[in-house]
């Protein structure tokens, strides 16, 4: 339960909508074939339809760069990422906010508080995860340290718990509640839950676990459609991408239609 009133603060309403704008392959990424310039016009694109269908919040994240690089971002993918949101931030006066994969939690937050964002999307915050890249080891110290000494404390760290696309065999004994009271006992400004993939739905008894267990926001990261959006309302705010896809995919271009049918069934909810 968001306790400290942050969803309120970043979105201007008690719940919020956010949805993801997944950045075209960057410079340097193995698949990268467009400009930044064309980089950047999709992005803003993207942003303006999910501004029009009511959505509250935007989530920028490099998820074409496959396969990422564990725990650290080059400077070309930094660079562009930050030419990237202050274009959208620029165009589209929604909050925005960043997530580098994988685990680029540090070069998120420097990127973030260059551009305006307000908020980041973080991983490995506690515990140790094997992700598809390696082991993640937790960053909350350094994160929070590298947070205040470059002054970026209005940008607010979301923070993924026993994220998807990770092996959780070695904190198997540590429930997903115990890791969101982890989370919030090492300052996070909130927890977030998903499924064990990208498009794979949240269990929304486990959210609502979550949502009872700490005083942070409880956001869903991942699986949320129109049909199953009402079954979140604990949650604080949801984080929505693939079902907002032509095809339901990811990789699929933004679909107006989706965009919207999402939009009415949050409000509906």
Known sequence: MDQRGVVPALFGVPRALIG?????????????????????????????????????GLLLENMH??????????????????VIAREVRREVALPLGLQVLAGANREAIAIAHASGACFVRVEGFVFAHVGDEGVHESDAAALLRHRRAIGAGEVRVFADIKKKHSAHAITADVSLVETARAAEFFLADGVIVTGSATGDPADARAVAEVAAATGLPTLVGSGVDPHNVASYRAADALIVGSSLKKGGHWTGSLDEARCVAVSRAFRAS
């Open 65 to 82: 760069d496959r396969p990422y690089v564990r725990g650290q971002a080059a400077a070309e993918t930094v660079a562009a990422m930050a």
């Open 20 to 56: 993801m704008i997944h950045a075209g392959a960057l410079p340097g990424s193995p698949l990268s074939a467009d400009p930044v310039d064309a980089l950047c016009a999709h992005a803003v694109a993207e942003a303006r339809v999910l501004a029009a269908a009511g959505f509250h």
